[in-house]
């Protein structure tokens, strides 16, 4: 489904190089959370990889600490609408991720212009003496008139718009806000553009649940 419990930022990471995710098992303790999950750091093995191609960009995509929004029970989506701080749990995911990346070389780190994605980028930011960018272009779907509310309201509710959603979210996006396939038109030549910009370089990026999927 498209929807979950906030999962903590300890769970799973992913470098990307351009939009291939890199997948695989790792020795060690994992702890940068990518919303899909799809791979684990390979230390030695993406830095033979690394070796080889010195002018590709290699980027940690990391999703945002958890706000009380993402803890209620059941969770209510904030969309690009609400834009509050991160919970107490929130800050303590984000210094985690910031903790595992500090070993590595991060020559720069972005964010949503949302609090919650600024605020756990600067956790990371911090450890390498760095300063958040902004990248307007990734934040957060427009949940439209699904803002502020559950998903278990919106299934008694609005159960034919949302099983629309649940089938093909690319073409049946959120009721009066954007479908899966305009936020990719907006966030994909986004991180395009930032990762031409740091050939042979470590970055970081703070996004958002919707966003993170769509790359």
Same mark, same amino acid.
């Given at each position: 489904?498209?929807?979950?419990?906030?999962? /903590?930022? !300890?769970? =799973?990471?992913?470098?990307?190089?351009?939009?291939?995710?890199? !997948?695989?098992?790792?020795?060690?303790? /994992?702890?940068?959370?990518?919303?899909?999950?799809?791979?684990?750091?390979?230390?030695?093995?993406?830095?033979?990889?690394?070796?080889?191609?010195? %002018? +590709?960009?290699?980027?940690?995509?990391?999703?945002?600490?958890?706000? %009380?929004? =993402?803890?209620?029970?059941?969770?209510? *989506?904030?969309? @690009?609408?609400?834009?509050?701080?991160?919970?107490?749990?929130?800050?303590?995911?984000?210094?985690? #991720?910031? =903790?595992?990346?500090?070993?590595?070389?991060?020559?720069?780190?972005?964010?949503?212009?949302?609090?919650?994605?600024?605020?756990?980028?600067?956790?990371?930011?911090?450890?390498?003496?760095?300063?958040?960018?902004?990248?307007?272009?990734?934040?957060?779907?427009?949940?439209?008139?699904?803002? @502020?509310?559950?998903?278990?309201?919106?299934?008694?509710?609005? @159960?034919?718009?949302?099983?629309?959603?649940?089938?093909? /979210?690319? *073409?049946?996006?959120?009721?009066?806000?954007? =479908?899966?396939?305009?936020? +990719?038109?907006?966030?994909?030549?986004?991180?395009?553009?930032?990762?031409?910009?740091?050939?042979?370089?470590?970055? #970081?990026?703070?996004?958002?649940?919707?966003?993170? @999927?769509?790359?």
């Amino acid at each position: 489904p498209l929807y979950e419990r906030y999962t /903590p930022a !300890r769970a =799973n990471a992913t470098r990307r190089r351009h939009h291939q995710p890199r !997948r695989g098992k790792s020795h060690r303790q /994992p702890c940068v959370s990518h919303i899909l999950g799809r791979g684990i750091i390979q230390d030695n093995q993406e830095k033979r990889a690394m070796d080889k191609d010195k %002018d +590709a960009c290699w980027a940690y995509l990391i999703r945002h600490g958890a706000t %009380d929004s =993402n803890l209620a029970d059941p969770p209510i *989506l904030q969309g @690009r609408g609400v834009d509050g701080p991160l919970s107490d749990e929130g800050q303590r995911q984000a210094n985690l #991720a910031a =903790n595992c990346l500090a070993p590595y070389s991060i020559a720069a780190v972005y964010s949503s212009p949302l609090k919650r994605a600024r605020e756990t980028a600067e956790f990371i930011a911090a450890r390498h003496s760095l300063r958040v960018k902004t990248i307007p272009e990734i934040i957060e779907a427009d949940v439209g008139a699904w803002e @502020r509310r559950s998903w278990v309201e919106i299934r008694e509710t609005e @159960r034919e718009s949302y099983d629309d959603f649940q089938r093909d /979210p690319a *073409l049946h996006g959120y009721r009066d806000g954007e =479908n899966l396939t305009e936020v +990719a038109e907006r966030v994909i030549p986004a991180i395009d553009r930032v990762m031409q910009a740091h050939r042979g370089e470590t970055i #970081a990026i703070v996004g958002h649940n919707v966003v993170n @999927r769509v790359l």
